[in-house]
């Protein structure tokens, strides 16, 4: 399709600009942000496999991130986490939620500046201590003490999701409508850096 009558069909409305990814969607920021239930809606929604990278580390391991944890330690598991995103990094474009540190080591920052487009789901501290503290499966989060951490975490990690190719604001509000946000965040980095990639379609 010309370059006109692409922008034409856009101004009418439905279909709507869609976009085959050129490569996979990387979803990053804080536990609680959203990455799991976004991720999933998202891959739904333009039709990708979806991965966690947290359960594709407790399936390497054959058990939890608590017992990986307290096993073998918090060194092991960001080794075995390093190695599974980049294995998930090879494979065709899908959709991937990250772990909430993980791109603090340099390496995953460079093969997911390679191999990935990145986003990061920005939520603010009072939305992630409200979603943290409704589930026990963190294994450095302890009851009393998930303000104190994720305010750290806060310190430590924003300034690198910061460097992410797309920046979404998440709100409390429906996930759907989230997801649709990060849609439309998406479709425009595509349709700007891979025009070859953006196509016409309701979704």
């Given at each position: 399709?010309?370059s006109?009558e692409?922008y034409?069909?856009?101004r009418?409305?439905?279909?709507?600009?869609?976009?085959?990814?050129?490569?996979?969607i990387?979803?990053?920021?804080?536990?609680?942000?959203g990455?799991?239930?976004?991720g999933?809606?998202?891959?739904?929604k333009?039709?990708?496999?979806f991965?966690?990278?947290?359960?594709?580390v407790?399936?390497?391991?054959?058990?939890s991130?608590?017992e990986?944890?307290?096993?073998?330690g918090e060194?092991?598991?960001?080794s075995g986490?390093?190695?599974?995103?980049?294995?998930?990094?090879d494979?065709p474009?899908?959709i991937l939620?990250t772990?909430?540190s993980?791109?603090?080591?340099e390496?995953?920052?460079?093969?997911?500046?390679e191999?990935?487009?990145t986003v990061?789901?920005?939520?603010?501290?009072e939305?992630?201590?409200?979603?943290v503290?409704?589930?026990?499966?963190?294994p450095?989060?302890?009851d009393?003490n998930?303000r104190?951490?994720?305010?750290?975490l806060?310190n430590?990690c924003?300034?690198v999701y910061?460097?992410?190719?797309?920046?979404?604001?998440?709100?409390?509000?429906?996930?759907n409508?989230?997801v649709?946000?990060?849609?439309f965040?998406?479709?425009?980095?595509?349709k700007e850096h891979?025009?070859?990639h953006?196509?016409?379609k309701?979704?």
């Amino acid at each position: 399709m010309a370059s006109s009558e692409f922008y034409k069909s856009i101004r009418k409305g439905p279909p709507t600009i869609s976009f085959m990814p050129p490569k996979t969607i990387a979803l990053v920021g804080l536990m609680g942000c959203g990455k799991t239930s976004i991720g999933r809606r998202l891959a739904k929604k333009l039709e990708l496999s979806f991965f966690d990278s947290d359960q594709e580390v407790e399936v390497s391991a054959g058990c939890s991130m608590k017992e990986i944890y307290a096993v073998f330690g918090e060194a092991a598991f960001k080794s075995g986490e390093r190695r599974v995103i980049a294995r998930l990094l090879d494979q065709p474009p899908h959709i991937l939620a990250t772990g909430g540190s993980s791109i603090l080591d340099e390496e995953t920052q460079v093969v997911l500046k390679e191999k990935s487009i990145t986003v990061w789901l920005d939520a603010d501290l009072e939305t992630l201590v409200a979603r943290v503290s409704r589930r026990n499966d963190r294994p450095f989060i302890r009851d009393g003490n998930q303000r104190d951490v994720l305010e750290s975490l806060i310190n430590t990690c924003y300034p690198v999701y910061e460097r992410s190719d797309i920046h979404v604001k998440t709100y409390d509000e429906a996930t759907n409508t989230t997801v649709d946000r990060v849609i439309f965040a998406v479709s425009e980095f595509v349709k700007e850096h891979y025009p070859d990639h953006c196509v016409l379609k309701s979704i």
